[in-house]
């Protein structure tokens, strides 16, 4: 295993218990001002990186505002349905169902023309008999947590699509910032409209606030975009689904949640559909080795 898997590994690992540190917010801040100053840490935590990873790409900046304005809502809208979505359900049940983005991506891809390849609808027949598992009760209700959180992870697949286009046409730590700081700008608005901030709460929930806005978010970050130098995307979205495991992991050592046969059953499925949908295919591995060879000549 290179040096950048293990960026990867670690990337997964911190945004799973990413999960714990948001709902363990919940104890003293109300969803939007917790992601308000997640939103502020993360846009701050990442200005060291635009010395660290200069960019030679040439953009306006108005392009620049545009692009982190259509990212930033995305972000702002599936990030408010996750962190509600903690109030009523689990860390675990949240990072799976959030996960579900992996393999709803093509599938809101396919209206811009994208093509699915058949591995990927196979994952995705897995992922939605693993989310009926994990979600639908007895009387084929939902618990209203997870409803949010699939939700949610509607908007993230749109959020992937867009950070996909734009990327090819953005500066990546520029735009990171950008969408950050529209984002932060949305929380803070919604935080004293439907919400009331007040400063001792945010001292009582600073430690998980400081992980998810340093370490979630500029930490990770920063491993991420190292590990996927050198790694192919396909691989890198393999590690990277597994965030997922280890938010149920997380949840399990730090807040005692016990999860019933039928979720584990559902979660299980669930991973199994990413695992499938995400496998690196004969191509994708020598697309990984033209890379290497490219950046050693």
Known sequence: MSIAHIMLWLTAIIWGAGFVAQSAGMDSLEPHSFNAARFILAAISLIPLLFLFPSKQNYQFPQLLLGGLIGGVFMFAGFTFQQTGLLYTTAGNAGFITSVYIVLVPIIGMAFGQKTARKTWIGITFAIVGLYNLT???????????????AGSFFWASHVLVIGYLSKRLPAIPFAITQFCVAAVLAIAAAFIWETPKLENFYLAWIPIAY??????????????????????SASALILSTEAVFAVIAGWFFMDEVLSLDAYVGCGLILTGMLISQWPTKESKEETINTHTTQST
């Open 136 to 150: 639908i009760g007895p009387n084929l209700t939902i618990n209203y947590g997870d409803a949010l959180e699939l």
């Open 212 to 233: 998810a806005g340093i370490a979630a978010s500029g930490i990770a970050c920063t491993l991420q975009i190292l590990g996927q130098r050198n790694v192919s995307p």
